[in-house]
């Protein structure tokens, strides 16, 4: 029977916590063909128990107590040893969300995650940068791909970073890529984070995902090889960069976005809410600024958001003043403001996707160091929680988005 706790008690009436034991059968059966060996279907099926359970912490020891195993080697063999290949499974993770999802405003969402360690070994850690702590630190940091609409949210792929420490040539990188088993063509060479993305962005598009536009933070709207990439593609977007962006305008000429937001007139900034929160609708001021048209037919522009109230310090003056974003948008010719402001304003499902998956399904407690084992896990966990958004989509009525009437 499908452990209790598996979906917050106020979301699902006990007869739709009862009937999802027969549904989460069906989903690990759909993908029993991935696993070679009956062992390892009953492994995945023991993991997405204890993932969906409200174990303490869902580490590999507190799993393996949970499915009734003395010890977690069975699982940890089915992480590090079973035949099986994760990336098979990530496709049917993938196809199954999107079908669960899918929405005429859904949308992909790239961003990046980290986890903080003890040690040096696992694959990937090292001093770096990351937004969980929101400071250096020794940790483990991997690109992910959320797929999110109005029906619901969810990760469908995902990439481990490996910075200069990892992907190198010399004798000391071999030695290290090879005892935690990073392949070859990752071992050599650091993959950007933008290049992450892109590669799932391509296997999303191969593989026929409906999507509206691709969102992302700084980090990768600043990425010109990227939104090149994008472009050529016809790929909508709408990609936050920083404020001394160089941007090409319809004359030839280039100017940075703090420059272009200068030069709006005040009157041509409109008030908009660019999604709800947890207090209702969250208002800023918005504008538009036309940039050179690409060759494709598709229109790019500058989209500025402003706070309604004072909210930053001005580091020069110490004066409060109201926060300024901006972001750069890759559209059909007449698109209008107030969907370009949705769409800058679905970007924040991504961090969802993150608390749901840290928070339910346990992706930050795999305490596995092999590259082949991360990404099973990480694979195992997004298959997990896919499973959540799809009983999440059809049994829990949905709040409709306050709908702002004007173009």
């Known amino acids: 029977m499908l452990p209790p706790g598996?979906?917050?008690?106020?979301?699902?009436?006990?007869?739709?916590?009862?009937?999802?034991?027969?549904?989460?059968?069906?989903?690990?059966?759909?993908?029993?063909?991935?696993?070679?060996?009956?062992?390892?279907?009953?492994?995945?099926?023991?993991?997405?128990?204890?993932?969906?359970?409200?174990?303490?912490?869902k580490n590999l020891w507190q799993l393996?107590?949970?499915?009734?195993?003395?010890?977690?080697?069975?699982?940890?063999?089915?992480?590090?040893?079973?035949?099986?290949?994760a990336d098979e499974l990530r496709d049917r993770v993938r196809d199954y969300a999107v079908a669960a999802l899918t929405a005429p405003d859904a949308v992909l969402i790239a961003d990046e995650t980290g986890d903080i360690k003890k040690g040096t070994k696992s694959a990937g850690v090292q001093r770096q940068y990351t937004g969980t702590a929101g400071r250096i630190e020794n940790a483990q940091v991997s690109v992910h791909l959320s797929y999110g609409s109005s029906r619901g949210r969810t990760l469908i792929d995902r990439?481990?970073?490996?910075?200069?420490?990892?992907?190198?040539?010399?004798?000391?990188?071999?030695?290290?890529?090879?005892?935690?088993?990073?392949?070859?063509e990752?071992?050599?060479?650091?993959?950007?984070?933008?290049?992450?993305?892109?590669?799932?962005?391509?296997?999303?598009?191969?593989?026929?995902?409906?999507?509206?536009?691709?969102?992302?933070?700084?980090?990768y709207g600043q990425a010109r090889a990227l939104r090149a990439w994008l472009e050529e593609q016809r790929i909508r977007y709408v990609l936050a960069i920083p404020k001394d962006e160089a941007l090409p305008l319809p004359d030839g000429r280039t100017r940075q976005a703090r420059e272009l937001y200068a030069a709006v007139p005040e009157d041509v900034f409109e008030r908009r809410s660019c999604a709800d929160g947890a207090k209702g609708p969250r208002d800023y001021d918005w504008a538009i600024v036309q940039l050179a048209h690409t060759d494709l037919e598709l229109e790019r522009h500058l989209l500025i958001r402003r706070s309604t109230v004072p909210n930053k310090v001005n580091k020069k003056t110490g004066e409060l003043v109201r926060e300024v974003a901006y972001f750069l948008c890759h559209a059909d010719?007449?698109?209008?403001?107030?969907?370009?402001?949705?769409?800058?304003?679905?970007?924040?499902?991504?961090?969802?996707?993150?608390?749901?998956?840290?928070?339910?399904?346990?992706?930050d407690e795999h305490e596995v160091r092999k590259w082949c084992s991360w990404y099973r896990h990480t694979t195992v966990c997004m298959l997990a929680m896919a499973f959540l958004a799809d009983v999440r989509s059809r049994l829990i009525p949905h709040r409709p988005p306050t709908v702002d009437p004007r173009p």
């Open 6 to 57: 598996a979906v917050p008690t106020g979301e699902l009436s006990e007869a739709d916590v009862r009937s999802m034991e027969g549904e989460l059968e069906a989903l690990c059966a759909s993908v029993d063909d991935v696993f070679a060996r009956p062992a390892s279907r009953e492994n995945l099926r023991a993991m997405m128990r204890g993932l969906l359970a409200e174990v303490p912490r």
């Open 186 to 219: 990752r071992a050599t060479q650091v993959a950007t984070k933008p290049e992450l993305a892109r590669r799932m962005v391509e296997r999303a598009v191969r593989a026929g995902v409906p999507f509206s536009y691709f969102l992302a933070d700084e980090v």
């Open 333 to 363: 010719t007449g698109t209008t403001l107030s969907a370009l402001v949705t769409a800058a304003g679905q970007r924040w499902m991504v961090e969802e996707s993150f608390q749901v998956a840290k928070g339910q399904v346990g992706l």
């Open 159 to 184: 990439e481990l970073y490996l910075g200069r420490t990892w992907a190198g040539t010399t004798a000391e990188h071999e030695r290290r890529s090879a005892e935690q088993g990073i392949p070859p």
């Open 64 to 85: 393996a107590e949970f499915a009734g195993h003395p010890n977690p080697d069975r699982l940890q063999g089915f992480l590090a040893k079973a035949a099986w290949d």
